[in-house]
């Protein structure tokens, strides 16, 4: 099976894109009730959404990123602008509560897999 197939990339692109939208859309009118977290965890998302902004910026963020894989238009730059906070999320979820890591991992796999489509794109920025 070829991994850089057009088809595939193109609905993994699709799907990723409206689960990043509806995600954003869940966080900034809250339609359902938060997880149970932990002490820690929750301590965490206190102070996100303590600053006023983090949250929203966020969201803004998944907003962006979903947009670029549905409508194909700068996709790779919008999987370099998910990156920290993919990285972000999965350390919460090492580190600070287990629960949901099986959407994580989805979450995490899909965008690793778009990295790695676009990679010939980042190449440059790692050059002499």
Avoid: C
């Avoid at 990043?20 to 997880?35: E, H, R």
């Avoid at 350390?91 to 287990?98: V, Y």
């Avoid at 949901?100 to 050059?127: D, E, Q, T």
Wanted: hydrophobic share 60%.
């Amino acid at each position: 099976m070829n991994l850089r197939n057009r088809k595939l990339v193109r609905t993994i692109q699709v799907v990723f894109g409206l689960y990043l939208l509806f995600i954003s859309v869940v966080g900034l009118f809250q339609l359902f009730p938060p997880p149970q977290l932990n002490e820690a965890a929750m301590a965490f998302m206190n102070a996100l959404f303590n600053t006023g902004y983090m949250v929203y910026a966020m969201d803004i963020i998944f907003i962006i990123a979903g947009l670029t894989f549905v409508f194909n238009k700068w996709s790779a730059f919008g999987a370099v602008l998910l990156a920290p906070i993919t990285v972000n999320i999965l350390l919460f979820h090492a580190f600070l509560d287990m629960t949901g890591w099986w959407m994580v991992l989805i979450f995490v796999i899909l965008h690793v897999y778009l990295l790695a489509v676009h990679w010939a794109r980042y190449k440059p920025m790692f050059s002499k």
